[in-house]
C-alpha cells in the first residue's frame, strides 16, 4: 500500500468536499498523494441513499483525482468514540502513515462532525503508541504519527491559523461538489428540502470562499486552524 501525503477524515461523504475540496486538488496538482477517509456513509441524510452518495463520492474522488477513499462505515449519528473506532482509526493511519491529517474542527452545527474531531485528535496521538497493537492482514502494524494535524472550516467559522490560496483549483472544488446532485439544489427533486438542498446553499460556500480569498488578496481561499504554532525558515516563506 502506498503511503499518501495527506489523509483528509470526514464525518461524511460531501463533507470534505464542502470545507477543503480545492485544497485537495492543489495538493494532488502539485503531485501529492491524497486520501479521504469518510467514517460514515452519510446513509441518515434525509436525501439520497447510500448506494446514490457511493456512487457520488467515487464520481467527486475522480474529479479531485484522491489516490484513496476509504469508507470506515461507522452508523451516521453514531460516531462513537470508543476504543474499537479509535482502532478502526489507527489502521488506515498505520496503513496509509500521511504526513498530515485534515478533520473537523472542534466546535460544530453537526454533533457526528464535533465526535469526528476527538475520534481523529484521539486515533493521531494513540496510532504512535507502540503497545496498541494493530493488525493488517493478519500482519502486526507498525506505531504511526502524522506530523501534523489541521482542522478544516465547517458550519461553524473560527479565526484561521492560515489560509491556502485556492484560485486556481476552485473550478475543480465546484465540479466535486456537483457530483453530490442528490444532496444539493436540484428543482427536479421530489425530496424533501434541506439547508443543503437550498438555492443558496453552495453559493454561500463559493462567497465564504472568496470572503477568505480576500483576507490574502486572492479570488478564493480556504481557512485551516493549527492547534500548534507554525514554524517557518524565514519571513519570506510566508508568501500572501
Known amino acids: 500500500m502506498k503511503k499518501l501525503d495527506v489523509l483528509a477524515i470526514a464525518a461524511h461523504p460531501d463533507d470534505i468536499e464542502l470545507s477543503c475540496a480545492a485544497t485537495v486538488a492543489k495538493l494532488v496538482r502539485e503531485g501529492k498523494k491524497v486520501g479521504i477517509l469518510d467514517l460514515t456513509d452519510g ?18 474522488s475522480k474529479i479531485l483525482g484522491v ?19 479509535i482502532k478502526k482509526v489507527i489502521h488506515v493511519i498505520r496503513l496509509f502513515q500521511p504526513a498530515s491529517l485534515l478533520f473537523p474542527h472542534w466546535l460544530e452545527r453537526h ?48 479565526q484561521p491559523s492560515f489560509i491556502i490560496d485556492v484560485s486556481n483549483c476552485y473550478e475543480v472544488k465546484k465540479q466535486s461538489l456537483l457530483a453530490f446532485q442528490s444532496q444539493f439544489y436540484n428543482p427536479k427533486s421530489k425530496e424533501r428540502e434541506t439547508i443543503l438542498s437550498s438555492k443558496i446553499f453552495l453559493e454561500s460556500i463559493f462567497a465564504r470562499d472568496q ?11 480556504e481557512p485551516f486552524y493549527s ?14
Open 43 to 60: 446513509e441518515l441524510g434525509t436525501r439520497g441513499t447510500r448506494s446514490i452518495r457511493f456512487k457520488e463520492a467515487d464520481e467527486a
Open 67 to 85: 489516490t484513496e477513499r476509504i469508507r470506515l462505515r461507522l452508523p451516521d449519528g453514531n460516531i462513537e468514540v470508543n476504543q474499537t473506532n
Open 111 to 158: 454533533p457526528d462532525h464535533e465526535h469526528a474531531h476527538k475520534l481523529c485528535r484521539e486515533a493521531w496521538f494513540y496510532s504512535g503508541l507502540e503497545k496498541i497493537q494493530t493488525k493488517h492482514r493478519g500482519k502486526k502494524q507498525e506505531p504511526f504519527r502524522p506530523k501534523k494535524y489541521f482542522h478544516y472550516m465547517q458550519k461553524y467559522e473560527f
Open 211 to 221: 470572503h477568505f480569498g480576500s483576507l490574502i488578496n486572492v479570488q478564493y481561499g
Open 227 to 240: 492547534i500548534e504554532p507554525l514554524g517557518f525558515d524565514s519571513l519570506f516563506d510566508i508568501t500572501k
